[in-house]
Nanobody, 111 residues
């Protein structure tokens, strides 16, 4: 089972940017897909973006054109670059691989 640790969340103004990181333990990171999810207060957890071991990506319609998911297999790390952030992007962001979840990192978009 892989262990995941997110970082990079914080408070940002609308229109701003943040980059989230997800560091994974173990040498098998490169073999598996990674995904970012988010959960806003009172809402269900939703898929934001995913990336396969080969680098194919998929995005929720709400973030297409603004967010970019990537991975660096040499560093066992996945990233989520978030641009043009909106207040509705406020949520706890989680990374997931196989059946493992990180602890989450808070992203707050507010003026």
């Amino acid at each position: 089972q892989v262990q995941l640790v997110e970082s990079g969340g914080g408070l940002v103004q609308p229109g701003g940017s943040l980059r989230l990181s997800c560091a994974a333990s173990g040498s098998i990171f490169s073999f598996y897909s990674m995904a970012w999810y988010r959960q806003a207060p009172g809402k269900q957890r939703e898929l934001v973006a995913s990336i396969t071991s080969g680098g194919s990506t998929n995005y929720a319609d709400s973030v297409k054109g603004r967010f970019i998911i990537s991975r660096d297999n040499a560093k066992n790390t996945a990233y989520l670059q978030m641009n043009n952030l909106k207040p509705e992007d406020t949520a706890v962001y989680y990374c997931k691989s196989l059946d493992s979840w990180g602890q989450g990192t808070q992203v707050t978009v507010s003026s």
